[in-house]
């Protein structure tokens, strides 16, 4: 398991790299690294490549990762994320969460993408 961020306060944008299996507690420690790092501010949007990583969450693993994600709303604050992801488990397992977020309110805007540019291009249209 691997994983890297980068943080870009000017244009208000996180970027992420995972590569390898990522069970849903190292998921919630990658996402409190961030949050503790004082480059992080609220609302911040980001760019998450999961194209290399293996994320096989069941119901349950997705409902701590929602609860995990719910607690820290107030830090987090409203924001867009846009999942680079190839397909396989983690397209499924992204695409379970972001529903299941979405029926919960949880402030995420969650959309899937197979590319870089198009993620980068749909975070960086103002709404």
Request: a negative charge; one cysteine or more.
């Amino acid at each position: 398991m691997d994983f890297e961020y980068r943080i870009d306060p000017e244009a208000g944008l996180i970027f992420t790299r995972f590569e390898g299996k990522f069970d849903v507690a190292t998921m919630i420690a990658c996402l409190k690294r961030i949050y503790a790092d004082p480059q992080f501010t609220t609302g911040m949007d980001s760019l998450n490549d999961l194209r290399l990583a293996t994320i096989d969450w069941d119901y349950d693993d997705v409902e701590r990762f929602r609860t995990f994600i719910q607690s820290v709303e107030h830090i987090r604050g409203k924001c867009r994320w846009a999942l680079l992801v190839k397909g396989g488990a983690t397209y499924v397992s992204a695409r379970i969460a972001s529903v299941i977020g979405e029926a919960h309110g949880i402030g995420i805007e969650v959309k899937l993408f197979d590319n870089d540019s198009e993620g980068l291009e749909w975070l960086r249209k103002t709404t």
